[in-house]
């Protein structure tokens, strides 16, 4: 009896040969693949004259170069005081520029997730408007805004408004679909309207997702509103700019010493929030 | 006198996919009957028609001597308040305490505003209590959900549903993902719910031989279709092979 079923299950699996064919597929996927990549950089080191070996020779140059440049000195450290106030500036616009656009992306996301069941339509308009914000860099929102706002921080405030309004609308809606789907069904046997569902069930169950990717967005934006400020002419941005233009490399370095130092802290800072929320 | 009706219902999702065919059959208040059939039968769809958390395509669905396919938002609210439901994977708010969970069960008759922040009458509160002691999880009130044990979290979600002092109680594989000792405990305390509390119980279960012991009629379909309605005394093993479109040595039941 269990040999007759042994061989009915034998008869079932597979043919040998076609495992074969399985696997030597895959391994041409892969070398083509390969080649494919390696052809593609080739043609491009090519038309852009582009030598890799001159490339890599000149790493340590430029290493002996910061090395020689860029240690601060004492008139920079006279400027450290003007540093971290400016630092400080920044740092406060990228808090507050996350949190409004976390509370502006958490409407949208309702309206962009299945959950809710919001209209097809604007379900749709709410996805495309957020992905729009999105794939428009910061840095272009920069430059565009620029016209309108002039070197402003205004402009930097709308610039990494527009750009971490469309990461977090696609956060918070990946995040509400996955963790609060199954308890929305519930609510919803229980006779509960939306209203009661959003605060009841999805807020509760998302909360320490999306204060986490608030978190996330804050490290984030205070590290690309060092870019945006060289463009828009504010906050530590523009002190670092006005350094390296005048060649006070020593002052720059410092800039940049500041900027890692601060970042540092807020991930350390918001990785401790995040264990304890989560 | 029926509380449920369905009549020649059918539901077709998408364009192609059936997923019920004239389906008809009531259910009289009070009865404990349980839904067999194979996965992606159709089982989750009858009970997700009964609260309208799936609309059918064809027929009529009659629950307390109202039809339900043609409620609107208001009317639906009020079948969804009368019909508990309790999942496979609990669906509770896992990272709210036990009691907020139980008192979601009064959702339904709050108004949108206090039901929203989550203000409930001092009655409702001893009432979730008072559940919560029959259930034996007394204990557990202030825990977070996330905590518990899967034997425990089902428990929760038997008292979320018995907050909405329900007529009727829909169990989508309760004990599905369950180890054998609490899937006893959840469905004795579903029995007792049925027997004592006077609510009707439709429970769909992968588990033919806890079907026929908890169940005083067994519904039987494939693909859509009831091939079986009657008493569990009278489902021989021939018409279990139907249900479920095997042949002798088929099942796991065989097994010895």
């Known amino acids: 009896m269990l040999d007759k079923?042994?061989?009915?299950?034998?008869?079932?699996?597979?043919?040998?040969?076609?495992?074969?064919?399985?696997?030597?597929?895959?391994?041409?996927?892969?070398?083509?693949?390969?080649f494919g990549i390696f052809a593609l950089f080739a043609v491009s080191a090519i038309v852009a004259n582009y030598n890799i070996l001159s490339g890599f020779e000149s790493i340590p140059k430029a290493f002996a170069w910061m090395a020689g440049n860029f240690i601060?000195?004492?008139?920079?450290?006279?400027?450290?005081?003007?540093?971290?106030?400016?630092?400080?500036?920044?740092?406060?616009?990228?808090?507050a520029v996350t949190a409004s656009a976390a509370i502006c992306a958490f409407f949208f996301s309702l309206l962009g997730t299945k959950t809710t069941k919001a209209p097809p339509l604007v379900s749709r308009a709410a996805r495309i408007a957020a992905s729009f914000f999105r794939n428009v860099p910061n840095v272009v929102w920069a430059i565009l805004l620029l016209f309108s706002f002039g070197q402003n921080i205004l402009t930097g405030f709308f610039a990494l408004f527009f750009a971490t309004f469309g990461m977090l609308v696609r956060m918070f809606i990946e995040t509400i679909d996955e963790v609060s789907s199954s308890c929305v069904e519930a609510l919803h046997a229980t006779g509960a309207n939306s209203i009661q569902i959003i605060l009841q069930g999805i807020v509760p169950s998302s909360l320490p997702e999306i204060v986490s990717w608030v978190l996330y967005m804050i490290e984030y934006n205070i590290r690309d509103s060092t870019l945006i400020g060289i463009l828009t002419a504010t906050g530590i941005g523009y002190l670092f700019d006005l350094y390296y233009k005048r060649m006070d490399y020593g002052s720059a370095s410092l800039v940049v010493i500041c900027i890692v130092i601060l970042v540092i802290t807020i991930e350390l800072l918001s990785n401790k929030i995040r264990k304890v929320i989560m | 006198m029926p509380i449920l009706e369905f009549q020649n219902v059918s539901k077709v999702y998408g364009n192609t996919t059936k997923a019920l065919t004239n389906v008809s059959f009531s259910v009289n208040e009070g009865e404990f009957v349980s839904i067999i059939g194979p996965s992606g039968s159709g089982k989750s769809t009858i009970l997700r028609c009964i609260n309208r958390l799936v609309d059918t395509t064809q027929g009529s669905i009659i629950f307390d001597g109202h039809d339900i396919n043609n409620a609107n938002k208001k009317e639906i609210r009020q079948v969804r308040k009368k019909t508990g439901m309790i999942f496979q994977h609990y669906n509770l708010v896992d990272r709210l305490s036990v009691i907020e969970n139980v008192l979601h069960g009064r959702l339904g008759y709050k108004s949108t505003l206090s039901g929203a922040i989550g203000r409930y009458t001092e009655q409702e509160k001893e009432q979730a209590f008072q559940i919560l002691a029959k259930l034996g999880l007394t204990e557990q009130a202030y825990k977070r959900c996330d905590e518990l044990s899967g034997g425990q979290k089902q428990r929760v979600g038997i008292a979320r549903s018995l907050m909405q002092e329900p007529r009727l109680i829909l169990c989508d594989e309760p004990i599905a993902s369950l180890d054998p000792s609490s899937s006893k405990i959840i469905m004795d305390y579903l029995s007792t719910i049925n027997k004592n509390?006077?609510?009707?119980?439709?429970?769909?279960?992968?588990?033919?031989?806890?079907?026929?012991?908890?169940?005083?009629?067994?519904?039987?379909?494939?693909?859509?279709?009831?091939?079986y309605d009657g008493p569990p005394e009278e489902l021989t093993k021939s018409k279990i092979y139907d249900i479920y479109q095997s042949n002798e040595g088929g099942l796991i039941t065989d097994v010895r």
């Open chain 1, 5 to 34: 079923q042994m061989d009915n299950l034998i008869e079932k699996t597979p043919k040998k040969t076609n495992q074969i064919s399985v696997f030597s597929k895959r391994k041409r996927t892969f070398a083509i693949t390969f």
């Open chain 1, 72 to 95: 601060p000195d004492k008139k920079a450290l006279s400027r450290l005081p003007n540093i971290l106030a400016k630092l400080f500036e920044t740092a406060l616009l990228a808090v």
């Open chain 2, 197 to 227: 509390m006077k609510i009707t119980c439709i429970c769909n279960l992968h588990q033919v031989d806890v079907a026929m012991r908890y169940a005083k009629r067994i519904i039987g379909i494939t693909s859509g279709q009831i091939v």
